[in-house]
Every structure is written in structure tokens, then in C-alpha cells.
């Protein structure tokens, strides 16, 4: 039967994460890791868009495809408001980039690189990542 032993070594945490972009070289996300906390938070951010997001995926018409993209942009904004926290070691228009700005007026491939950061650490699945 194992035994515990006592450490003085204390554990410590890290509450965020650091990626390398792999596009950008010299560019890294810190990103919010998820706790208990912040996986209640996310959820009830997300609950409400993924049933309506869903509700339109399933339509045929024109209509609901557009629905159906908007929120999905709406969903993926709301990730990186939720778990990016900095962007270093880029500038946009001359100025330090910030999560805001790289939404708004980033490049869109670094902004998908960073949401799929975000939904890495969030435990989704490639599949869930895709939607």
C-alpha cells in the first residue's frame, strides 16, 4: 500500500498558458487556462448562441445558413474575449495588439490560430473546435 509523503516543495499553478503562434514567428497567445470557474462562466456565455446556432443549422433555406455563419462568428469572438488574454510580440496600425484588436483588425489567420489555442485549452475536440 503506497504511503503519502510530506513535502515542503509547495504546488503551484499556473493560471495561464503560453503557445507560439506557428504562423507568425515571435507571436505567442497567453491564454486563461480553464478552472472550474471559468468553465461556468464560458458555459453560460456560450449556452445561449450554441441553441440558437444549432436551431439554424439544422434550416435548408438561405437564411438560416447566414443565421447559422453569423452566430458561429459570434461564438468564436465570444472564445477569444473569454480565454485570450494578451498577444505579444505583435503590433497592429503600429500599436501593441491586444485580444480587441486582433479581432477587429488583425489578420484572420492569426485570430483563427489563437481561437484554436483557446478551444485547445478548453478540452474541445476537433470536431467541437471545427463548429
Avoid: H
Avoid at 440558437?52 to 445558413?65: D, H, P, Q
Amino acid at each position: 500500500m503506497p504511503t503519502l509523503m510530506s513535502t515542503s516543495v509547495p504546488t503551484t499553478w499556473q493560471s495561464k498558458a503560453s503557445v507560439r503562434s506557428e504562423l507568425w514567428p515571435g507571436v505567442e497567445f497567453i491564454i486563461a487556462r480553464i478552472t472550474f470557474g471559468r468553465r461556468l462562466e464560458l458555459l453560460k456565455r456560450v449556452r445561449d448562441l450554441a441553441v440558437r446556432l444549432e436551431y439554424f443549422e439544422a434550416g435548408r433555406e438561405e437564411k438560416n445558413r447566414i443565421e447559422a455563419s453569423l452566430l458561429g462568428a459570434q461564438l468564436d469572438r465570444l472564445y477569444i474575449e473569454w480565454g485570450l488574454e494578451e498577444v505579444q510580440g505583435l503590433e497592429i496600425d503600429g500599436e501593441p495588439a491586444t485580444p480587441e484588436s486582433l479581432v477587429d483588425r488583425g489578420p484572420e489567420e492569426l485570430f483563427q490560430e489563437a481561437l484554436t489555442a483557446v478551444k485547445a485549452e478548453c478540452g474541445l475536440s476537433e470536431q467541437e473546435r471545427k463548429n
